[in-house]
């Protein structure tokens, strides 16, 4: 199913605003718990690497 998504791989467009996200998400509840802050910032350059532009921040 589409609903007319504009796709640029791995990228997937987000409504009609032209802004484009990786298609995973990467999610940082993790991180300062179980995962201290030098492996979280080798995670973040890795994700980067490979294109990831959508994480997820927000405080619970």
Known sequence: MSF???TT???VQIG???LFVYRVGLGTMQFGWSV???RSFE???AYRDLGG???DT???
């Open 4 to 6: 007319g998504a504009t």
């Open 9 to 11: 791989e791995p990228y």
């Open 16 to 18: 009609r605003s032209g």
């Open 36 to 38: 201290d802050e030098e």
């Open 43 to 45: 995670v973040l350059d």
């Open 53 to 55: 532009n959508f994480i």
């Open 58 to 60: 927000a405080d619970c």
